[in-house]
């Protein structure tokens, strides 16, 4: 079973995460990023694909050209979890 | 200079595509794929990613875990052209 992040860790997670916002009308997180080219975004969608894998936690994302939006949120919990908190985290580190 | 396509070969490109729908309120195309895991959606998102780039031809496109949506239109001419209906065939055959 996977739990859901207190209130507190949510907030203190919030802060943590660079660029993330609450999505409106659910409990879930976005980042859009912006890259070089098609080349570029979609290098960094397949590092997060290997990532998502490995760690069996999935998001969902939209791409057009450079442009790429992640949406993360645990279906296991209806919310964030600590499965979305490691997520984002890698795509902070990766997205520079 | 892109042009769009006529209204009689964008006729014949719907009848010849398969499962592709038109997009509400917009000069696109759409199909949406299901596949068995991420994995293998994955791999088909990388598969058109290749081919996309080297077209300089790149879909509008939302994946979460195993589903993929892909939307095809042409900026340049502001809606469907030559380039939107080799990406869309080669989606076809990938696809299978």
């Not at 999505?23 to 979609?42: Q, W």
């Not at 960094?44 to 949120?73: C, G, S």
Request: proline share 1%; aromatic share 10%.
């Amino acid at each position: 079973m996977v739990e859901k992040l207190s209130a507190d860790a949510r907030a203190t997670l919030l802060r943590e995460l660079d660029g993330w916002e609450e999505v409106d009308g659910r409990d879930a997180i976005i980042r859009k990023l912006k890259f070089k080219d098609f080349n570029e975004a979609f290098g960094f969608m397949t590092r997060v694909a290997i990532q998502a894998e490995k760690a069996d936690h999935h998001p969902e994302w939209f791409n057009v050209y450079n442009r790429v939006e992640v949406t993360l949120t645990t279906h296991d919990c209806n919310g964030l979890s600590e499965r979305d908190e490691k997520l984002a985290k890698f795509i902070d580190r990766i997205a520079g």
